[in-house]
């Protein structure tokens, strides 16, 4: 039986991931920061990954009217049919790395240290992208070239050494190429339907035969709790971005970065 401790944690990683995952700052990074202070360990930080699907369904139900529209209109709308095929070209990087490549990332990367740096260095990039003046070209994802949408894919591939953000790469690489704030960041929301699910299928395919009954009662506890908690921050983020940038999440990212260097030296 899962004991009440085991379940607590894998709550609180759970809110974690639901809550970082959509906005600049690492949801991975800091899971495997939270994880390390809490004393949290799955198969292969399998846990972490799977749960990932109730924050993928966050989006699909925010989304839902959206993407459906687009489905409809797929057969008949050229517009509908170059975006599709433009988050498909998007997601063609990590879909190539992450397959031949994930096993060595999350044995040579998944380090708290590494992600403390990278926190930190990231925060670093978002300050500075926030004050410059960037010429904007693209205010709306449907807008997006096909070339565009290929480039902002290669950036997503950054987001692979923990701490980077899967979320923050694409966002810096879509406003480097033109597109204002709240465009870029909805167009990573639409690219991490495809990132995440492949990255939850590949995971499960992987480790399912490495997780007991109590690791799938876990990871069941943790999709709906990361549901719950991505589903608020894709409804108000959009808006918290187009209105303020990504000075909060800067600063947080840097914040925590340093926290987490300051735990590790004192604590281990």
């Not at 040579?108 to 740096?117: S, T």
Request: proline share 3%.
């Amino acid at each position: 039986m899962m004991d009440a401790m085991s379940i607590v944690k894998a709550v609180v990683l759970a809110v974690v991931e639901g809550a970082t995952e959509f906005i600049p700052v690492s949801s991975t990074g800091h899971q495997l920061l939270v994880g390390h202070f809490i004393g949290f360990q799955s198969p292969n930080n399998t846990f972490e990954v799977l749960i990932q699907l109730g924050a993928i369904l966050a989006i699909l139900a925010v989304y839902f009217r959206r993407l459906l529209g687009i489905a409809v209109a797929f057969p008949s709308d050229p517009n509908a049919r170059r975006f599709v095929l433009g988050i498909l070209l998007a997601f063609l990087p990590a879909a190539i790395i992450g397959g031949l490549f994930s096993k060595y990332i999350k044995f040579y990367l998944f380090n708290p240290w590494i992600v403390c740096a990278t926190l930190v260095a990231g925060g670093l990039v978002l300050l500075v992208l926030d004050e410059t003046d960037l010429e904007v070209k693209k205010r709306d994802v449907f807008d997006f070239t096909l070339p565009m949408d290929f480039r902002i894919g290669l950036f997503q591939c950054i987001a692979m050494i923990p701490g980077v953000s899967r979320s923050g790469a694409t966002i810096v690489g879509a406003m480097l190429m033109g597109a204002d704030k709240r465009s870029a960041t909805e167009f990573s929301f639409y690219l991490a339907i495809p990132t995440m699910a492949g990255a939850f299928a590949k995971d499960l395919l992987d480790n399912y035969k490495n997780l007991s009954q109590d690791d799938f009662g876990l990871i069941a506890i943790g999709f709906v709790v990361a549901f719950l908690s991505a589903f608020v921050v894709v409804r108000t983020v959009l808006d918290y971005v187009s209105s303020h940038g990504f000075r909060l999440f800067a600063w947080w990212r840097i914040i925590v970065g340093s926290l987490g260097f300051a735990g590790l030296i004192l604590f281990g």
